[in-house]
C-alpha cells in the first residue's frame, strides 16, 4: 500500500476545508478555516495553503508523499487552466489564476473544479453514486445546481458549462429566473422557489403559522421556517414542500428519460425534509418517466455530508492527475 | 489503405437500405429494399441478408473482407444483446435476437442499435457532428426522437434507454403525451405537435387557408399542408410553424445548459421548413440559455440526409468490433 495522498480543498465563501485522502480513497485527517474572503484573493490563497498544511499535519503523512491538490471553488471558472473569474461570493476575485498561484505556493500540481461537479464527483467515487456509471446530482440551497457522470466520467461540456441543471426549462411562461430565462426549475425546486411558492399562496390569503412565524414581514421567511411548520402540523407548509418536490420530481423525470442513469442523488440543506420530500420526488419522477429507466434511477441522499467537496476534489485531482478527465 | 469494410443497415417499417463503408469512412455502394414487415420477422431478416449482399457485389469488394455489419433498427431493444423487443411499425416481432440471427446468416459480427442514435452517430461521425466531443441530434418527424454524445461516444445510459430528447417535460401541465406524461415537448414540437397546435386555434376559430386545404377535416390535417400554406403567405401557417419552433428553442436551450455541446444537430421531414423554423429555434435557444453554452452550440441541419441511418449503423458496428462503446 502506498503512502502516497491527494489534498481535497472545499472552497466556500465562508469556509474552507481540506481533507487528507489516499490514493486508496481513504480520508486520513480533515482541517478547516475562515476563507477570509473579505480580504481579498491573496489572503484566501494564504488561507488555502495553511488549510492544506493543516490537514497534512494532521496526517502525520510526509509532505513529500502529496501528489497534487484538488479545490472545489465557486464557478465561474475555466476548469483546464485553473482560473477563477469573479464568483459572486468571493469578493475582488477577477480572473484569478488559482491552480497555478497554489501550484507555485505548495510545489505539487494542482486542480480547480467547479463546487457542484466536485460534490457530484465525490459521492460518485466514495459516496452515494459508487459503482454508477451514470448518475445526477442535484444540489438543493438557495439555489439548485448540479453534477453528471456519464460513462463514468464528469460531464463537463466542451467549455466545462455543463450540468446546469438548475436552468432546465419545466414551464414556458414561468417565473422569471436569474438567468434571464423564464420557468428554470431553479425558481420552483430550491429554498428560493420553495420560498416563492409559500409567499405566493400567502399573499393570496393561505392560512399558515408561517404568518406568524415570519412576524408578518414577507422577507423574513427561511426555508427552515416551512419544514418547521410543517412538522408542526401546519397544512399550508406541508403543501409548499409537497409542491416543491413535485416540481423537483417533473426536472428527474427528464433528467431519467434523458441520461437513463443509476442514481439520482439529491444534496444540500433542502434534504433534511426527509421523506416528506423524498416521497412525492420519487413518485412524480417515476410517473412521469419511461418504465425502465424509471424503475432503474435511485433517487436517493448524498452520504457523504459535509465531506462530498473535500472528497471529489480529492478524487477529482487524482484523475486528472494521471490524465483521466 | 485497407480493403476491408462494414456494412450498415437502416432497417424502417418500410423500406430498408445499406451501404458499403470502408474504415476510412467512404461509401462505397448502397441498395435498398422494401422491408416487407407484415410478413414477418422472418422474411424482414431475410431481406436484410439480402440488401446486405446487394450492397456488398454493387462495391464490387469481397465478401471475405466483410467485417461486420451494424443495424439499426427501430426500439424497444437490448442494444448489448442485440434483441430486438416489439416495434410498432414491425408487426409480429416480440424478443427476435436479431444480431445473433443476422451473424448466423452472415457469418460476421452483427450489432443492433436504436434508429435515431444510429442517425446521430451518423451525423457524429462522417456529418454535421464532425469534429465533435458533445453533440445532439433531434430527429423532427410524426415523433420528436433523439441521439446524444458525450465525451466523444453515444450516451447509452445503463439500460440503452437514454436520450429520449421528445420527452423532456416543458409545460407541467400541458398536453397528454403518449408516454402518460404530461408536457412532454413531442407534444408541441414534432409534426404531431404542430397539428394539434394549428387545429386547436383553428377549433378557436382562427382564419387560415388550412380549413380548406384539409377539407374541414381536422383528420386530413398534415405537416406539408402547414408548411404549404405558410409559403403561400397565410400568417396563421406561418404562426404555427414559428409556434412550434419556439417550443423546440426552448428544449434546446435546456439541452445547451446541461450538456454544452458543440453542435445541436436536427434532422427528419421538418427540417425541410429551413429558416422558418431554424431562424426562431436559434433566436429562442440562444436567448434561453447561458452565455458560454449559448454561444457555442451551433444549431444546423444534418448533412448526410437518408445515409445518416446506414452510416452511423456502420460507424457503430466498426466501434463495437474494436470495443469501443
Redesign the interface.
Known amino acids: 500500500m502506498s503512502s502516497q495522498f491527494i489534498v481535497g480543498v472545499d472552497l466556500g465563501g465562508t469556509n474552507l476545508r481540506s481533507a487528507v485522502v489516499t490514493e486508496d480513497k481513504r480520508i486520513v485527517s480533515r482541517a478547516s478555516r475562515s476563507t477570509d474572503a473579505e480580504k481579498g484573493p491573496e489572503a484566501v490563497e494564504d488561507a488555502i495553503q495553511a488549510c492544506v498544511m493543516d490537514a497534512v499535519e494532521e496526517s502525520g503523512l510526509g509532505k513529500e508523499d502529496l501528489l497534487a491538490v484538488g479545490i472545489g471553488a465557486p464557478g465561474?471558472m475555466n476548469w483546464q487552466t485553473g482560473v477563477v473569474y469573479s464568483p459572486p461570493n468571493l469578493p475582488g476575485w477577477k480572473n484569478v489564476p488559482l491552480a497555478d498561484d497554489m501550484r507555485k505556493r505548495l510545489g505539487v500540481p494542482c486542480y480547480v473544479e467547479n463546487d457542484a461537479n466536485v460534490a457530484c464527483y465525490g459521492e460518485f467515487w466514495l459516496g452515494a453514486g459508487q459503482g454508477?456509471?451514470?448518475m445526477c446530482l442535484l444540489t438543493l440551497g438557495t439555489g439548485l445546481g448540479g453534477g453528471?457522470v456519464?460513462?463514468g466520467?464528469l460531464?463537463?461540456?466542451?467549455?466545462?458549462?455543463?450540468?446546469?441543471?438548475g436552468?432546465?426549462?419545466?414551464?414556458?411562461n414561468g417565473r422569471l429566473c436569474g438567468?434571464?430565462?423564464?420557468?428554470c426549475i431553479e425558481q420552483y425546486a430550491s429554498v428560493t422557489g420553495m420560498k416563492k411558492t409559500a409567499l405566493e399562496g400567502i399573499a393570496l390569503g393561505a392560512k399558515t403559522v408561517l404568518t406568524d412565524m415570519m412576524g408578518n414581514d414577507f422577507t423574513q421567511l427561511t426555508g427552515k421556517m416551512i419544514s418547521e411548520a410543517a412538522d408542526q402540523g401546519d397544512e399550508y407548509a406541508a403543501w409548499v414542500i409537497e409542491e416543491t418536490a413535485t416540481?423537483l420530481g417533473?426536472?428527474i423525470?427528464?433528467l431519467i428519460?434523458?441520461?437513463?442513469?443509476?442514481r439520482v442523488v439529491l444534496y444540500g440543506g433542502m434534504i433534511a425534509a426527509g421523506d416528506r420530500l423524498f416521497g412525492p420526488v420519487r413518485k412524480v419522477a417515476k410517473?412521469?418517466?419511461?418504465e425502465?429507466?424509471g424503475n432503474?434511477a435511485q433517487i436517493i441522499a448524498a452520504e457523504l455530508g459535509d465531506d462530498s467537496g473535500v472528497i471529489g476534489a480529492a478524487g477529482v485531482a487524482l484523475d486528472r492527475l494521471r490524465g483521466h478527465y
Chains 1, 2 share one sequence.
Open positions: 465561474p454508477a456509471e451514470n453528471i456519464t460513462h466520467k460531464l463537463r461540456g466542451i467549455d466545462g458549462t455543463a450540468a446546469e441543471i436552468h432546465l426549462k419545466v414551464e414556458r438567468c434571464g430565462a423564464t420557468g416540481w417533473i426536472a423525470s427528464s428519460n434523458l441520461l437513463n442513469p443509476e410517473a412521469l418517466s419511461f425502465v429507466p432503474r
